[in-house]
């Protein structure tokens, strides 16, 4: 008898759910600690269990039905981790690790260590500060929570003086950061896996669209880019990975800067699966979903060449239609070869529900793969 491993993953959302049909491929049971009974994961995976991450005796509990603990979202205290990696859990990505995703002072000062491209920025205490660091900067600045923002929550636009106002009430305690107002052509994204063993690999930079801050399309690989930047991005991710000892998937947000520096700037990591990776799960050899599970359990990773010219993600996002299923006839007749991912979520406007993944037919144009994805998710969106 061969006994596979069990993978206890903290949290039940979509990445969660993601990983169901990769560990089912390769014979592993995931078991998905779950905030609620009808979160997105739990119907997709045979075992899961319902309790608090944030509590030291469900989250101990929890480790110790599992073989390996990794992650959904990357809200877990950092001190529980530690906790329990003293108690021998193996944990992936690591508590150090994972610290520079849920914390961007300790991210930005990470990269400014590496000498990678940072944009300015200052841990600030109050409004004076702010107004310090733009007076050496120029407004406008940005000013963020270092903790638990995300798809723009967090995130202040200050354009002059005239906003700290706003801001008076975002210090109630601990240092936040601001950062320089970076005036770059596009978002890019680079995804990475790494396995406890070291051995690393990316995938091809891709281009993230957003829409009122929210991930709205990716097109992999990112069109236009210069040979120079992309590879640099590759490397940057690939020191990022081995210097803060990365096991599993981790995504680097960057901000492309044409003509300034290096061409890029650092923006944010994430150590998890991530939306501007959702592309691989049909356009890749290898989506990051599997190879997380391979590189969390330290097994061989897959190959991660594209398997057309370019791939579209769209993202779905809830609106006027509430069933969606009523919208598939009309949806995947109007696309026969994309792929539509629905995450088994209630619909809520502006909630990410799904996401559709169009590739290119030999010699096609992008803008036609790009209003490909773009016609099925407006119908599962809108309705038929």
Same mark, same amino acid.
């Not at 205290?77 to 150090?96: F, Q, Y």
């Given at each position: ?38 979160? !997105? ?22 480790? #110790? ?35 520079? =995703? ?7 000062? *990470?990269?400014? %260590? ?13 409004? !004076? ?5 733009? =007076? ?29 106002? *706003? ?39 891709? %281009? ?22 992309? #590879? =640099?991005?590759?490397?940057? *991710? ?14 680097? %947000? ?7 520096? #290096? ?97 290119? =037919? ?23």
């Amino acid at each position: 008898m061969v006994t596979f491993p069990v993978i206890g993953v903290v949290g039940g959302g979509q990445l969660a759910r993601m990983m169901a049909g990769p560990a089912v491929e390769l014979g592993l049971t995931l078991h998905v600690l779950a905030e609620g009974p009808d979160v !997105s994961a739990v119907a997709a995976v045979a075992h899961s269990s319902v309790g608090d991450y944030r509590d030291p005796e469900t989250l101990r509990a929890f480790a #110790a039905g599992v073989d390996v603990v990794t992650f959904d979202h990357e809200h877990v205290p950092g001190e529980l981790l530690d906790e329990l990696a003293r108690e021998g859990v193996a944990i992936h990505p690591s508590p150090a690790a994972l610290r520079h =995703a849920q914390d961007k002072l300790v991210m930005r000062r *990470a990269v400014e %260590e590496l000498g990678l491209p940072n944009p300015r920025w200052r841990a600030v205490s109050g409004t !004076s500060d702010v107004e310090a660091f733009a =007076a050496e900067t120029g407004w406008p600045v940005v000013l963020k929570t270092p903790r638990g923002g995300y798809d723009g929550k967090g995130v202040l636009v200050l354009r002059d003086a005239e906003g700290l106002s *706003a801001a008076e009430s975002w210090f109630t305690g601990g240092e936040l950061l601001v950062e320089q107002f970076v005036p770059f052509s596009r978002e890019l994204s680079v995804l990475v896996a790494r396995r406890p063993s070291g051995e690393a690999v990316t995938w091809p930079v891709v %281009e993230s669209i957003q829409v009122n801050s929210v991930c709205d399309e990716v097109i992999a690989p990112a069109p236009e880019l210069p040979d120079d930047v992309a #590879a =640099a991005v590759t490397a940057a *991710a690939l020191r990022l990975a081995e210097s803060l000892d990365v096991t599993g998937v981790m995504a680097v %947000e960057l901000f492309e800067t044409p003509g300034l520096g #290096a061409g890029y700037l650092v923006n944010e990591l994430a150590m998890r699966p991530h939306n501007s990776g959702h592309w691989t799960m049909d356009g890749a050899v290898t989506g990051q979903f599997e190879q997380h599970l391979r590189a969390v359990l330290d097994l061989p990773l897959g190959a991660t060449d594209p398997v057309g010219r370019h791939t579209v993600m769209k993202n779905i996002l809830g609106g006027p239609n509430t069933d969606i299923y009523a919208a598939y006839q009309s949806a995947l007749s109007s696309g026969p070869s994309a792929k539509v991912h629905f995450y088994g979520k209630d619909v809520r406007p502006g909630r990410k529900i799904g996401h559709v993944n169009a590739l290119a =037919a030999p010699e096609e144009p992008l803008e036609a793969v790009r209003a490909r994805a773009t016609r099925v998710a407006a119908i599962l969106r809108d309705g038929a």
